[in-house]
């Protein structure tokens, strides 16, 4: 079946330092979502991908989707304690399947 | 608020019980899903129904039974569950537009967070 790879598991940035989480599929996705799930809490979508190249920006966060569509990123610039959480890509067609996630520890 | 609820937020049982998770989606959704949150396995997906009918059962035990008796319901019945079933259980909703291309975000409930002894 489709399988969606996240890296890294886990990563720890000072506040102020970028970060970035990378999802791989081994299939063509016909769309890719990212999630995001603060400790102790649910997770909330923040954005869906769908065109062959695309980047879509949210203040300090950019979400990119490659041209083969078999790959994403999510890159935070400046990072700050508020990110704190696991960030997940769910790639795929009509129901998605989950990555699983970046958890992103931020340092003040 | 997600428009998401679920029931109870936490639950301890024995493995001889028998218990039921609740999920409530106000949002109009046509779609609900359970999903399993643990340490080992981050989100896997248990049961989707859509328009009522399950599309999808990953190949869960039987001791989890679904029921979904309209579209803004969805319960997990748990029985003789294991230890290892220990984990955050999420219920999500979202809008099937199958055919559109469209996109199925999911609107995730608070979860209940279920202790097997």
Redesign the interface.
């Known amino acids: 079946g489709q399988q969606v790879m996240q890296i890294p598991q886990y990563q720890h940035v000072q506040e102020g330092e970028d970060f970035t989480t990378y999802c791989n599929s081994s299939t063509t996705l016909s769309n890719i979502q990212w999630y995001k799930q603060r400790p102790g809490g649910h997770p909330v979508f923040l954005i869906q991908l769908v065109k062959s190249g695309e980047v879509k920006k949210q203040k300090r966060l950019t979400f990119q989707f490659g041209e083969a569509k078999k790959n994403s990123s999510l890159h935070i610039t400046a990072t700050q304690t508020t990110d704190v959480g696991t960030y997940f890509c769910a790639g795929g067609s009509y129901i998605p399947t989950f990555g699983r996630g970046t958890s992103l520890i931020v340092h003040p | 608020e997600?428009g998401v609820t679920q029931t109870p937020r936490h639950l301890v049982m024995g493995m001889t019980n028998k218990k039921s998770l609740k999920c409530e989606q106000h949002l109009g959704h046509n779609a609900m899903y359970w999903y399993k949150q643990s340490a080992k396995?981050?989100?896997e997906?248990m049961f989707?129904y859509s328009l009522e009918e399950r599309?999808?059962n990953n190949s869960v035990p039987s001791r989890f039974s679904p029921e979904c008796p309209n579209s803004s319901h969805l319960f997990l019945h748990l029985h003789t569950l294991q230890p290892e079933d220990s984990a955050l259980y999420?219920c999500?909703s979202s809008q099937?537009r199958?055919g559109t291309?469209a996109?199925?975000?999911?609107?995730?409930?608070?979860?209940t967070r279920l202790t097997v002894l």
């Open positions: 997600t396995k981050p989100l997906l989707v599309v999808e999420l999500a099937d199958p291309g996109v199925n975000e999911q609107f995730f409930g608070p979860g």
